[in-house]
């Protein structure tokens, strides 16, 4: 049978155990033509209601319960605000303010708890064992205060890692609006000021920052007082007397004088108030405190209610970024700011990074004011702009072997002549390092100033970017030498011919007119090479010009190209010396010859780099590459580059990304790979391919 009392407000469900009960209900109800005062009575005995059935209606509809809201190891346990909402059983709407408590353990902050807002149901689990009783932070809502509570575990309890849960518990410190500590000790002990001084430090240099910037970015939070929660100092004894109002002193100020005294300060904190009582016979009075507690609940001139949801995002977003392995260091009396900066430290000087935990996120690099020192291995000496520098900006700027508006056959020959460039991005070009015939400065005398830079383990650091040098040289070597190579393929040819006609002698035939080899009449192609007698001017194959002697009457005195049509016509040199349309100028001859000069210098290039290249190439791969006697096959097709110890491919290409083989094939995409410290396009894998596009 279904009641009629489902309906029924909690204030007279509350009062359905008092006599006057169907009295109250008669007068009610008597002008109610839909409900008649005999079927209630009917009902109540019917039902057989008695007081101790009522009083389990009652628990059940307060029912409450706690939930463990982070771990030990400081994991957050509700993956979402809604999923929050649901366990607390609070709705969205309503606006609440968070109640935390702290102390040492085994001092019955579980039991304050339930005794302060759930009329002492055990909400929260309390134990008489030796063990601790709460483990991590525990969250209740109470409907009657609209109160978030709060419960976590004490200190100086058995923990592996006594720093990991005083970080856990500054984070809920930094989202509560009244902090309660719990003490039972006869006397105040340091361990109080210690705790509640830090965690004034770590509020102001820390949390306040981190929820400033979460204002800005999410805009979810609400206009913030950069002021902390209030703090209720509630201190039990037993035989001692506990502080008093006297001669002009309240407890709050001796407890004030003894922060100054231990130069701790509680300057983050909205207020300070000290509740003390000595209790000679239990069981504890908790009156004063809920008092105290409720007068600060109904304060809003410093902190206001906010919705559940807005809390469970703060704690997220704080217990995202202050997060990580902080180490078992020796716990100090001052609370270390390490717990809440960044973990990573200089590869080179050890230094520790001063950023927030979590900075990296921001986009706001690692920081270290100290001096580092300069270590060969990490090459972390870089140069700044002096221009840049003289006007307030920190402009990184480094060697190349071209500037940005150079091609790349003019920067390669620039190079050649005039060394490596350093350019700026607002200045351009501010030094070359063969500028001069001599007397060339070093770049830090004149364009630069040099800087020793930290060295910080992360992908996206300048360890990373230095890991390769090199490599680096290897790619740069071998990119002058495949340039060099490439001078004589198409249409590359065909340039250079024309520019050899500009310079040649006026006996010579034009490359463009010379189809077949003058002696043996083979046609020129691909694979075969021109060349010009010194002596005829003809186009011959380097099988028919395989002699060399001095053509003095052409102005050539030392041993030349001649062909062997001219080697064995031994009046060749009368027939020329008898003809004058054929005489040469010897500006022309000497043109020529710088020109051979050059064109036997670069030719020299290629082959003279691959000696150094192959000599490093092993000592200079970076880290992550895999060593080319371990690779057999391509990461991509799966292409066998060597079978044991035979090679049968010569040409092993690195992915630059992943580090791994790969044929020509498999790796005809150039991206730069910023996490590896290629800032220029370089090779990857098809693999890796999907990464960029």
């Not at 500037?403 to 050649?416: L, R």
């Amino acid at each position: 049978m279904k009641s009629n009392f489902s309906n029924t407000s909690p204030a007279i469900m509350e009062s359905i155990d008092n006599p006057s009960f169907i009295l109250n209900v008669n007068q009610s109800t008597a002008c109610n033509k839909n409900v008649n005062i005999s079927d209630i009575v009917s009902h109540l005995e019917c039902s057989k209601l008695d007081v101790d059935n009522v009083n389990l209606l009652e628990k059940k509809e307060n029912l409450c319960e706690s939930f463990l809201l982070i771990n030990e190891k400081e994991h957050l346990k509700f993956s979402s605000a809604e999923e929050f909402l649901k366990y607390i059983n609070c709705d969205e709407n309503v606006k609440v303010k968070v109640v935390s408590i702290f102390g040492n353990t085994g001092d019955g902050k579980s039991f304050t708890m339930n005794e302060c807002f759930f009329n002492g149901k055990e909400v929260f689990h309390t134990s008489s064992e030796q063990d601790s009783c709460t483990i991590g932070i525990w969250v209740a809502y109470d409907r009657n205060l609209n109160v978030i509570c709060i419960d976590t575990e004490g200190m100086l309890g058995s923990t592996n890692n006594e720093n990991q849960r005083m970080r856990l518990l500054l984070k809920i410190l930094a989202i509560s609006d009244i902090v309660i500590y719990r003490t039972r000790s006869e006397r105040l002990h340091r361990d109080l000021f210690t705790f509640l001084g830090t965690a004034s430090k770590a509020y102001t240099h820390h949390f306040t920052p981190a929820l400033q910037l979460l204002c800005q970015k999410g805009d979810f939070l609400g206009s913030l007082s950069a002021l902390g929660p209030a703090v209720i100092i509630f201190h039990e004894t037993r035989f001692t007397k506990v502080l008093k109002s006297g001669k002009g002193e309240s407890p709050e100020d001796v407890l004030r004088s003894k922060f100054s005294q231990l130069r701790l300060d509680m300057e983050a904190f909205s207020s300070l108030k000290y509740i003390g009582i000595q209790t000679a016979i239990p069981p504890t009075s908790f009156k004063e405190l809920q008092d105290a507690v409720i007068c600060e609940l109904e304060n809003t001139t410093v902190r206001s209610s906010r919705k559940a949801r807005i809390v469970f995002l703060t704690l997220k977003a704080l217990n995202d970024k202050f997060s990580g392995d902080i180490g078992n260091m020796k716990y100090e009396i001052m609370f270390p700011d390490q717990y809440f900066t960044c973990t990573s430290r200089c590869l080179s000087c050890e230094s520790r990074c001063t950023g927030s935990m979590g900075h990296l996120k921001e986009n706001i690099p690692h920081i270290n004011n100290n001096k580092c020192r300069y270590e060969h291995q990490f090459s972390n000496c870089i140069y700044i702009c002096k221009k840049c520098h003289t006007n307030g900006r920190e402009v990184v700027v480094s060697p190349k072997y071209s500037s940005s508006n150079e091609s790349t056959w003019f920067a390669f020959a620039k190079y050649a002549w005039s060394g490596y460039v350093i350019e700026c991005p607002h200045h351009g070009e501010i030094y070359r390092s063969r500028q001069f015939w001599y007397g060339n400065a070093d770049p830090e005398m004149r364009a630069v100033r040099s800087e020793i830079h930290h060295v910080w383990p992360d992908k996206n650091s300048i360890s990373q970017k230095l890991q390769n040098p090199g490599q680096r040289v290897i790619d740069g070597v071998s990119y002058i030498s495949e340039t060099v190579y490439n001078v004589s393929s198409e249409p590359s040819r065909y340039l250079s011919s024309w520019m050899a006609d500009q310079i040649a002698p006026k006996y010579w035939e034009l490359n463009a007119e010379i189809i077949n080899c003058a002696v043996c009449k083979r046609m020129f192609d691909a694979e075969l090479t021109k060349h010009h007698c010194r002596a005829c001017g003809k186009g011959v194959c380097k099988t028919c010009s395989t002699k060399n002697r001095p053509v003095p009457e052409r102005g050539w005195t030392y041993p030349v190209r001649v062909c062997d049509s001219c080697i064995v016509d031994s009046a060749v040199s009368d027939r020329i010396s008898l003809s004058s349309d054929v005489s040469s100028d010897d500006t022309e001859i000497r043109v020529r010859k710088v020109t051979e000069a050059v064109v036997n210098t670069i030719s020299s290039v290629a082959s003279v780099f691959e000696y150094p290249k192959n000599m490093i190439k092993d000592t200079a791969r970076p880290t992550y590459w895999i060593p080319d006697d371990k690779i057999k096959y391509c990461c991509v097709c799966g292409l066998r580059f060597r079978n044991n110890e035979m090679i049968i491919v010569k040409n092993i290409h690195h992915c630059r990304d992943c580090g791994d083989g790969v044929c020509s094939k498999c790796s005809t995409h150039k991206y730069p790979v910023l996490h590896r410290g290629w800032e220029h396009p370089v090779r990857i894998c098809d693999n890796c391919l999907s990464k960029y596009c």
